[in-house]
Each structure stands twice: as C-alpha cells, then as structure tokens.
C-alpha cells in the first residue's frame, strides 16, 4: 500500500479519514516520473499540505510500500490490517474468518496491536463466502496478463470507454480480481484503485509491484470505503456473481460524484443453447476447485474442436457469414486457449450468476440511483450488456 492511497480511502459506515501504522514498509524499485504532486488534499507520508512538496518527493513515495500496518478511523477508532501490502477494509466476521484461514502469521506476529481478538472461529457458510472462496481460486491461478487481454477488457467497455478515455485519469475497479483489467487500464494511461472482495487481491498486489499507478484494496461492494474522488467507476463482469446486485449498485454509487460515469458490463439473458450449462453448473458449484479446473480444460478442448475451429473456417466464407455469427462462444476465436479454460472456469464456479434483459437492468439502475442510463449490446459475443449510468442527486425511494 502506497499513502497516496489514503487520499481516496474512508471509514465505510462512519466516512472517516483514517490514520495508518506501518509494522513494515519497503523500497521498490520502479521506473516512475511523476510529473506534478499528485495528491491534492493532504500528504500523508510528511503529514503537510501537498502545496509543501516537490514532485520529487511524491516519485519517492511512489516507490514506497506499507507491507505490514494498521488502519485507524480518526475519531471512532475503527481498526483495520494491512497485509502483505492490501488494507482489508471488510465486514468484521468477513475479516476475522479471511484473517485465521489465510494469513495465520500476520495474526502470530501483529495481533497485539489490534484492540480486537482474531479468535472466532466462522464456522457458518453464506454464499458471500462461497463467492470469496471460488473467486479466490480462479484469479489466483490463472493470473498472468496477457497482451491480447486489452482487446478483451476494451470489448466490456465500449463504446462508452475507448482506449483514449483512460489516459490521466483516476479510476476505481470494483471487482478487479488478479488485475488484469487494472492492469490493462494502467498501461492505458489511468491511476487505479482496484477492489475485490476475495483472496485474489493478493495476486493483483504482486502484479502492482511492477506498476506504481495501481493500488489495491480488499473490500466489499456493499460497503465501498472510498470517496467520492474518481474520474470513472467501471466494473465488468462481477454484478451478475453477487448476491444481492442491488445491494451492490446501492454501494457502488457512494463512490460516484456528480459527474462521474459507471461503466458496467453484464450477462443478459442467455440463449436456449446455454440451459444445459447452466444446468450443469448447478452441480459443478459442488466440485474441488482443482477438479473444475481439469474439467474447464476438456470444455475447452470440445469447443474449441466443435465450435470455434468450424467458426475460423465458416467466418472466412462470404456464403457461410451469416450462420458463423450464431456459432456459441465464437469471441473465443480471436483468443490463446487458455482465455476458452479462463471462460469455462468462470462460467462453471460462481455459486451465483443472473441473466439480466435490458429493461431490468435499467429499472434496477433507476431504482437504486442511476440516472443519464446508457445500454448498448457488447459487439461480436454472447448476450450481454455494456452500461453508462451517472449518480441521481438524489435516490428514488
């Protein structure tokens, strides 16, 4: 964690700034000009008003990390660990059961500096966790950023976000997985904060090491513990695997100003030829993740057989174009392999997943605040949705 990260963070249920403890912190080495001083309310790291520091000094900071650490609220005293360079700003039974499953040896050697005992055991299961758990799995085994991954990221967002639209920008990512959005955004020219709720945080940081503008934070959509400080909130592909998708818009808007834009992508209603998947997925939510995992590779291996190499070749034939256009899955043609492995993995793993039609999906923005409602149909895939909306001053009761 960088302090610049402070200058976007709050307290969830009180808004309060927070004050931070480093246990641990470390110098990286990263090829970084900053330009002019970036934070413009306050510099943590020297405690002064940013008018007071050169830029100089905020490319020095850029190169520092908290590894270990403690986030205070000012007033209330509301407490929150930073590991392995992620603050974990969750629902405190959220936090306790992360903490003693996955990081026991934060707990061994920092627990006496927390006011609170990391000793109840969560012994009850909810779909949040079981979206924590699956989610935690598939993006931190398939992690690596491939190159074609822009064209992939840029598809869930147009043709309300064009590669342009990111250059100076400060962006949140609600959901962002192992990073590989953030990332992409990154080098695309933006500042961003990426947030998710599962054990995947993890892999993102270590993508961050290498990128000075990303920042990383655990956390839940419900609660988002950031200002109103973004020039764009976008989220692709995670509405549809939460399990309350109003909850999560609802949420989502308290991170909005007035003139910021939500880019959304989502899952519409599916076709007939996907109800056997969703079917099996009923029963492939139960299976050992590393069982899943050899499964989504021979799904990929049969469609890439049956599917997308018959697409290749009809595609390629002026009499055939029409019907290679309804060939499932075809988006998977332009891509490596392990994209289809990727693909089949996320469809087959989210305990919850919902196929919104345009009209919900506007009704459901309407109703939790959204105004300005843009939908266009994601080109050349599957039914989905790629949405612009911008905060209601007020919201609808």
Known sequence: MKYRLLEFLKEPSTEEEFEVEVFESCQLSRNIEIKHVRCNQWCHKNNTSPLLINKHECNSCYTLEIISGKLTSKQTKVEYPIIKGVPRILPLDILKDTLEKNYSDFLEKFEEKFSFK????IKSENKNKNIINSFSYQWTTFINNYDHFKDIFLSFTKPFLKEEDFKNKIMLEVGCGSGRPAVTACKMGAEVIGMDISRAVDSAYIQS???????????DAYAPPFKQKFDVVYSVGVLQHIPSPQKALEGIRTTLSEVSPLILWV?????????????FRKISVKLPHKLLHAISILLAILSELFLLIPYRVMSKISALDKISKKVPGRIYARFPFRENVVGWFDRLSAPVTYYFNQEYIHSLLD???????????????????????????????
């Open 118 to 121: 990391f000793n109840l055991k």
């Open 209 to 219: 090491e290498k990128i000075a503008m990303l920042h990383i934070v655990q956390a």
């Open 267 to 279: 899952y519409g209603e599916r076709e007939l030829w996907y109800k056997p998947i969703e079917l």
């Open 367 to 397: 109703k939790t605040g959204y105004s300005n409602i843009e939908i266009a149909a994601r080109k050349n895939a599957s039914a989905s949705w790629v949405i612009r909306a911008t905060r209601n001053r007020k919201k609808k009761v």
